[in-house]
């Protein structure tokens, strides 16, 4: 081939590179109501597309996802996608304050990209108290084919998603957190919609001798941690929210509500079948939920004898504390990358969060520095975006420590005002005496310590980023206090929830609004040409795109 000829298809295959876009995947849910029973009586649930749980969105890094849903519910929808950090695309985040709700007998798209990040994630419904019907599903973001992974590929992967459940419906709950009252205890636990209470013997998976698998673990409850243990097969630990992880191997394992692990099995027992099992941590009474694997040759049943989960707080802190980064594989990671001694990174701001429950007008409410969140009929981005901010809610209604008395609870729009690419350390601390989770959308985060007792700054000192992991769920643990850092570097609004659903529910959660002051498209997109718009800006005509 001439030279001149050559020069000529490198240039072809140069612009092709340059102007070929990551994949695309499409999906169309039919979100319906049906009847499910996974505690083995039927109850209203809610499918998509006819299942429960729902279908899993199987993506690989930066690819571009896209869900058009049908919402045939008598209610209004939206989806979470929990842990996908949406850069620079809160609008697509599906909480109250970034999005207007599906309305019934209507469709919306979302349109996201799964940029830089891998692992274990789930979706789920985040109005009113619709996850407890059901609507959750796996979403599995694959490491790209050139980026190596720190162990070889399993014989197959398998979805295991725990989760407390209440015989009541979602309206039911609702209206009994409407009323001032709390929701009680759940009456059961499931793994993926079932619960082999009844022995049935039916494997829900199975696995070939000598073959290892990759299970996916989330819990998606609405309150409970759960203990999960598979007989005689101990797990070795590989991925958690979203990071590699030096891989320790666990009998079982302490899943708290919103999280996610990955591990790998080997089948290498005797041959025949086993209980997987799930029950709940920290609770008076242990409810327990099972399901079956079985060996592909297997002769015989599950034994009967369930070995009982650990007890007490400090195993489960304990073994939080020895999940580590695996810093030597590659994958996509947040920054900063690397370790660094925590006391050397420039804090420009340190928030300090503090919960408290109270009556207010009679009335159970869950707040965040005496500050009990209500949702707004404008969503905070639209409210922001067409520059009408005032007339919604008040940046900063709440200071960076919290008040001296949280005895007071005041029912508020709660919105932080943050500065743009800034490293920021927030502390939660948990005066009650149970434990707590939280959440914040659109970030991964490092957790840095989490220590019983009260927290002050001369404890900073300690912290050694190098003993943390990255993740976007954080546990607080009873009369205790857990340390983060973050640098604010995605641009929108994002919610920081308790992932307590009943907490969240009534009050335990907030906004952080993040602007870039460049106001470019390299920072934050625009408002979605389809985006929905309702409350004071449904009749207003779209402002000038913001960002250029």
């Known amino acids: 081939m001439a030279r001149g000829a050559i020069f000529a298809l490198v240039l072809c295959l140069m612009g092709a590179a340059v102007m070929g876009e990551d994949p ?3 999906f169309t849910w039919n979100v319906t109501y049906g009847t499910i029973s996974p505690l083995g009586i039927n109850q209203q649930g809610i499918l998509i597309n006819g299942q429960f749980p729902g279908p899993e969105i ?4 930066n690819n571009n996802v896209v869900v058009n849903v049908f919402n045939n519910l008598d209610e209004p929808l939206l989806f979470t996608w929990h842990g996908v950090q949406q850069r620079k695309n809160s609008w697509q985040d599906g909480t109250l304050g970034t999005q207007c709700p599906i ?10 990209q799964v940029k830089d990040q891998i692992g274990s994630f789930f979706y789920y419904p985040t109005v009113g108290m619709q996850r407890a019907a059901g609507g959750f599903g796996g979403l599995r973001i694959n490491s790209r084919l050139l980026i190596p992974v720190p162990y070889a590929d399993p014989e197959d992967e398998y979805w295991v998603l725990i989760g407390d459940w209440y015989g009541k419906s979602h309206k039911t709950l609702q209206s009994t957190l409407d009323s001032g009252r709390n929701i009680g205890r759940p009456d059961g636990v499931h793994i ?16 070939k001798p000598g073959k290892t698998y990759k299970y996916r673990i989330c819990n998606v409850g609405l309150k409970d941690s759960l203990n999960f243990r598979i007989q005689g097969h101990p ?12 891989q320790n191997i666990y009998d079982s394992l302490d899943v708290h509500v919103g999280q996610c692990f990955s591990v790998l099995v080997t089948a290498d027992k005797e041959p025949k079948s086993y209980y997987m099992v799930a029950s709940t941590r920290f609770t008076k009474k242990v409810l327990t939920g099972k399901a079956i694997i079985s060996y592909t040759n297997g002769a015989g049943p599950a034994s009967p004898i ?14 939080f ?10 994958a996509a990671r947040p920054n900063p990358q690397g370790s660094y001694h925590y006391g050397q990174i420039n804090i420009t701001r340190t928030i300090k969060f503090v919960n408290s429950v109270s009556n207010v007008n009679g009335k159970l409410r869950y707040a965040i520095n005496g500050v009990s969140h209500v949702d707004t009929e404008t969503p905070l981005k639209l409210a922001e975006y067409y520059g009408l901010s005032d007339k919604v809610f008040k940046y900063d209604i709440i200071g960076d420590v919290p008040p001296a008395s949280l005895d007071n609870i005041k029912l508020d729009t709660n919105v932080l005002n943050t500065t743009f690419r800034t490293f920021i350390e927030i502390i939660f601390e948990n005066p009650t005496k149970t434990i707590q989770s939280y959440n914040l959308a659109g970030y991964s985060f490092f957790a840095v310590a989490v220590e019983p007792g009260t927290w002050t700054p001369e404890k900073r000192k300690n912290y050694n980023l190098l003993d943390a992991i990255s993740r976007h769920t954080i546990q607080v643990f009873p009369k205790s206090w857990a340390a983060i850092m973050l640098t604010f570097d995605n641009a929108g609004m994002w919610n920081l929830r308790s992932e307590n659903a009943e907490n969240r529910y009534l009050g335990q959660q907030l906004y952080i609004s993040v602007l870039s002051p460049e106001r470019s498209l390299r920072d934050e997109y ?15 005509p779209r402002p000038t795109p913001s960002y250029s």
């Open 103 to 112: 309305a019934p007998g209507t469709n919306y798209t979302y349109k996201f």
């Open 58 to 61: 199987n993506s690989t890094s």
């Open 306 to 319: 369930i070995h009982v989960a650990p007890v007490g707080w400090a195993w489960s802190l304990n073994q």
């Open 235 to 246: 797990m070795k630990l590989v991925e958690s929210e979203g990071s590699h992880t030096v």
């Open 526 to 540: 625009n408002l979605p040409e389809r985006q929905l718009v309702c409350g004071i800006v449904k009749d207003l």
């Open 192 to 207: 993926n919609g079932k619960n082999d209470i009844f022995g049935t013997g039916q494997a829900i998976y199975t696995m």
């Open 24 to 26: 695309y995947l499409y």
């Open 321 to 330: 504390r020895s999940f580590r980064w695996n810093l030597t594989a590659s």
